[in-house]
């Protein structure tokens, strides 16, 4: 059974840093698609980053282009997203995604889903 389950979230000033964790397990590691995606109250989930599955090709939403950083661990099953440069606009539940055949920024795309951080960017 897949499980992904995030972590690192909390309160912080903008210009902070915060790092998250999404450590996933009953999945082969290199054989999934990872992405980080972000909701807000009354909005859509919002792609942020995603790491493809077999290489480390990343990708990044416009708006976190530069601040944010997803990397992995493969000995840990575990991917991370690096956030710096916290603004108010980042505020939102985090949440980590995989699916083993798919990968894009629609979030319909990803069958796994942890159940998601609060990260909040104080001014």
């Known amino acids: 059974q897949v499980h992904l389950v995030e972590s690192g979230g909390g309160l912080v000033q903008a210009g902070g840093s915060l790092r998250l964790s999404c450590a996933t397990s009953?999945?082969?590691?290199?054989?999934?698609?990872i992405g980080w995606f972000r909701q807000t109250p009354g909005k859509e989930r919002e792609f942020v980053a995603n790491i493809v599955r077999s290489d480390i090709t990343t990708y990044y939403s416009d708006s976190v282009k530069g601040r944010f950083t997803i990397s992995r661990d493969i000995d840990k099953n575990t991917v991370y997203l690096q956030m710096d440069s916290l603004n108010t606009e980042d505020t939102a539940v985090y949440y980590c995604?995989?699916?083993?055949?798919?990968?894009?920024?629609?979030?319909?795309?990803?069958?796994?889903w942890g159940q998601g951080t609060q990260v909040t960017v104080s001014s």
């Open positions: 995604a995989a699916d083993r055949l798919s990968w894009g920024r629609d979030p319909k795309i990803y069958y796994y």
């Open positions: 009953g999945l082969t590691f290199l054989n999934y698609y």
